[in-house]
């Protein structure tokens, strides 16, 4: 399974910026899809998940009413929209890929997934 990331960049506060997320080597549809992001200096974390069929979403807190998560099955991609951004948004944000097909169990943990992509970053400027 192959994770390929794009879409990153530089942004200011308050503006917009959709980051993408292209998946290969087995039926993307199958599986739910999150979003992670990791700032310097701290954890990696979640932020968005989506279920297999699409029908349910999750975000952290921090997030929550400014970025959506979205996928297209039919063409194998899940997406990050992310408005108003704020500088603590800054950060290398990952796509995985779910390890369990048509399972969104525990969906907001990294360890319910088998797949990641290489990042891209995302830099805030205040």
């Known amino acids: 399974v192959q994770l390929v990331e794009s879409g ?3 942004v200011q506060a308050g503006g917009s910026l959709r980051i993408s ?3 290969s ?3 993307f549809s199958r599986y739910a899809m999150g979003w992670f992001r990791q ?3 701290k954890e990696r974390e979640f932020v968005a998940a989506i279920t297999w069929n699409g029908g349910d979403t999750y975000y952290a807190d921090s997030v ?3 970025f959506t998560i979205s ?3 039919a ?3 899940v997406y990050l929209q992310m408005n108003s951004l704020k500088p603590e948004d800054t950060a290398v944000y990952y ?3 779910a390890a369990r097909s048509y399972s969104d169990y525990l969906i907001k943990a990294e360890t319910q997934y088998a797949y990641w992509g290489q990042g891209t970053q995302v830099t805030v400027s205040s």
């Open 71 to 73: 996928r297209d099955n």
């Open 25 to 27: 080597g087995r039926t």
């Open 39 to 41: 700032a310097p200096g």
């Open 64 to 66: 929550k009413g400014r």
């Open 21 to 23: 997320c292209a998946a």
């Open 8 to 10: 990153g960049g530089l």
């Open 95 to 97: 796509c995985a890929a």
């Open 75 to 77: 063409k194998n991609t």
